[in-house]
């Protein structure tokens, strides 16, 4: 469910129409719904009501000041993966201890700046990050909460490029090394063992994996606590999936979700962890883009757009399907047409849809890329000297441009000449 809905014949975020938008801000432009995401967090949140419970929002999904302020207000903590997503966390007031910082390749600053703050939890991914994360926590006199982060082997049956959890994937210590590695950290000054991590994938269709991958955890857990390590938290990582083709798409709700959880992991009585990323913001963006072109090829039709790869990488890394939406809504009776929807960039792999059928497009119509609120703005580069799109919030019939589009002259002043080409 999300509040970009027509109204009138005109798309709208909530109550304001995306025409209205474009004529201020330009195109093309991501705009995010506050009601969806704080929809999508209660929805998240509220299914685990009773147990004890702490949701960090996966900030690398989509890590605008004002998103993540959106959700901390509502109670949200973060999960981070670099000192420059805590630095956003705790710009946008998320307290350090509800903050749990992931990812495979934590650096010495990183690590001392985040034990500095006092997070609540470090999850480790393997044996040399936790000697260096005991040896920078000793030496500062602070004791680090740890989890290991656990790699069960299991297939999430997702792409591959977002499959985390298989022995061959980068990520997390394998199950099998975990028991020896739990001995060895409980033996390390400045760490304390706490936990249990594991995320074994993105956009997870089915509850199978997680439900194989939890149940893995939950035996781990026991034998854990059978050698005498004090494990009170599991960390259940994120990658529950969204529709991206509107009805067509039921992936699992987050009833569902909870009730799996609580089925496989409940009775060990640990505070649970969840860092949904893609499943609060997925939903709540779009990009919208304009028409600059109509172009009829020998045997298909391009819709040339002012939006590109380099504004959503999603579609042509990882062939992901996007809903595109007229922002004029078309009439029952209107002609429909097949087309393929791409960028202005010099690439063959610059396309958001291929073979899309939609009502006549002209030049100056706007476009809606559905579900871009996630992985969207925050995986946008300037290739082609394009400059990063803009980012606009929505609350009710207000709307704020929450990040400003760069100028030109901005861009190029981030070049400097050597003294050689200057002279
Ligand atoms: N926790 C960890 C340790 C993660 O690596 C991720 C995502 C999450 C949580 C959040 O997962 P989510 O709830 O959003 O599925 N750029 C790709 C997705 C990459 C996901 C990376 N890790 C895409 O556009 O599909």
Redesign the pocket.
């Known amino acids: 469910m999300h509040h970009f809905q027509y109204k009138d014949g005109t798309l709208h975020a909530e109550d304001v129409p995306l025409t209205d938008i474009a004529a201020e801000v330009g195109t093309p432009f991501y705009c995010y719904s506050t009601a969806t995401l704080e929809r999508h967090y209660r929805v998240f949140a509220e299914a685990f009501e009773g147990t004890d419970t702490l949701v960090c929002y ?1 900030v ?2 989509n890590s605008n000041l004002a998103v993540i302020k959106t959700l901390g207000d509502l109670g949200s903590g973060a ?1 981070i993966v670099s000192e420059g997503e805590l630095r956003r966390a705790l710009a946008a007031g998320i307290p350090p201890e509800r903050i749990v910082f ?1 990812g495979v390749g934590k650096q010495a600053q990183e690590l001392a700046f985040a034990l500095e703050t006092g997070i609540h939890q470090f999850n480790v991914e393997s044996e040399p990050e936790l000697e260096l994360l005991s040896q920078i926590a000793s030496n500062m006199g602070k004791e680090a909460a740890i989890a290991l982060r656990v790699n069960p082997d299991v297939d999430a049956k997702t792409h591959e490029k ?1 499959t ?1 959890g298989k022995a061959e994937n980068k990520f997390g210590i394998s199950w099998l090394q975990a028991p020896r590695v739990y001995a060895r950290a409980a033996a390390l000054p400045g760490i304390k063992v706490a936990g249990v991590d594991v ?1 074994i994938g ?2 997870l269709t089915d509850l199978a994996p997680f439900e194989e991958a939890f149940t893995r955890v939950a035996s781990m857990v026991e034998e854990l606590r059978a050698a005498g390590h004090d494990i009170t938290r599991l960390d259940l ?4 999936g969204i529709p991206y083709r509107g009805t067509n798409d039921v992936p699992p709700p987050p009833a569902d979700y909870a009730a799996m959880v609580k089925r496989t992991v409940g009775h060990l009585g640990c505070q649970l962890m969840f ?5 609060i913001a997925g939903n709540a963006g779009i990009l919208v883009v304009n028409v600059i072109f109509e172009k009829h090829g020998e045997d298909r039709s391009f819709l040339i757009i002012d939006g590109a790869m380099n504004d959503l990488i ?1 579609p042509t890394l ?1 062939d ?1 399907y996007h809903d595109i939406q007229p922002v004029t809504e078309t009439a029952p009776d209107e002609a429909r047409l097949t087309y393929d929807i791409v960028g202005p960039i010099c690439e063959t792999g610059d396309f958001f849809a291929k073979g899309r059928t939609l009502s006549a497009q002209k030049p100056g119509d706007l476009l809606a890329v559905m579900s871009a609120g ?2 969207g703005a925050v ?1 946008a580069s300037t290739y082609n000297t394009r400059p990063l799109v803009p980012e606009v919030m929505v609350n009710g019939s207000q709307f704020t441009v929450i990040r400003p589009r760069p100028s030109y002259d901005v861009m190029l002043e981030q070049d400097r000449l050597p003294d050689w080409l200057t002279n």
Do not use: F
């Open positions: 996966s690398k999904a999960d992931s977002i985390t995320h993105s956009q990582g994120g990658g529950l860092e949904p990323g893609r499943m999603r990882y992901a996630a992985y995986q």
